[in-house]
């Protein structure tokens, strides 16, 4: 399968699936290939935020945010959604979502928090983020390229032989990124973390981490 390193990449492997020639550069003035690049940063968008779960390359904890003097909290421009937010002494859970660029607070309908902060005068937040084509491990970008090769080639063409094709390509890559999200979740939450690491030993041995 291809590497598909570059959005050019990418953009050449949805204009094959129409039998078109590869471009040169993603700044041509070719319509399909402008199209192509809208369906792939479109579907990058989907597959970074999985339902709202996220994976383990945009999936980023601990980030303990403190409230400005409005007791609002600016997330980074790229959040996607809150994966979860935990107090001190209590999980929020649901409490708080994203508006905007900013946390919200559905319970007290307001984006001041300074009333639910930890001690520390910060709240700790799991944030999925959107990531650059580039910055993608390879088979979470050979994934966003076959799913726009397949959907890109079903709006231009619409032929169901192609269009099986296209989709045995996708789910061979989603696959793949199915199979490294799992092996590295297992890792880090077996092997990474100490309570955990420390509960399995005793029940199967270091073995039983890996």
Not at 4 to 28: F, H, K, Q, W, Y
Not at 174 to 201: C, G, M, P, W
Request: aromatic content about 8%; overall charge negative; glycine content about 6%.
């Amino acid at each position: 399968m291809e590497l598909l390193n570059t959005e050019l990449d990418a953009v050449n492997l949805c204009l094959s699936g129409i039998g078109r020639e590869p471009v040169s550069s993603l700044e041509t003035a070719d319509l399909d290939s402008a199209m192509a690049r809208d369906v792939i940063q479109q579907s990058s968008i989907d597959l970074q935020v999985n339902a709202g779960i996220g994976w383990w390359f945009n999936t980023e904890r601990n980030w303990h945010l403190q409230p400005n003097a409005l007791g609002a909290i600016a997330l980074p421009n790229n959040t996607l959604s809150i994966v979860e937010a935990r107090a001190t002494f209590y999980d929020r859970g649901e409490r708080l979502t994203v508006r905007g660029n900013k946390v919200y607070d559905t319970d007290a309908h307001t984006f001041d928090l300074r009333d639910i902060v930890n001690r520390d005068g910060t709240i700790t937040f799991s944030l999925i983020l959107a990531l650059e084509y580039g910055e993608l491990p390879q088979t979470a970008r050979s994934a966003i390229a076959w799913k726009s090769r397949r959907v890109f080639a079903d709006d231009a063409v619409g032929d169901q032989v192609q269009h099986q094709i296209n989709m045995r390509g996708e789910n061979r890559a989603f696959a793949a990124l199915e199979i490294e999200h799992h092996r590295t979740a297992r890792k880090n939450y077996l092997r990474d973390n100490a309570q955990i690491r420390s509960r399995v030993s005793l029940i199967g041995g270091n073995n039983n981490m890996y």
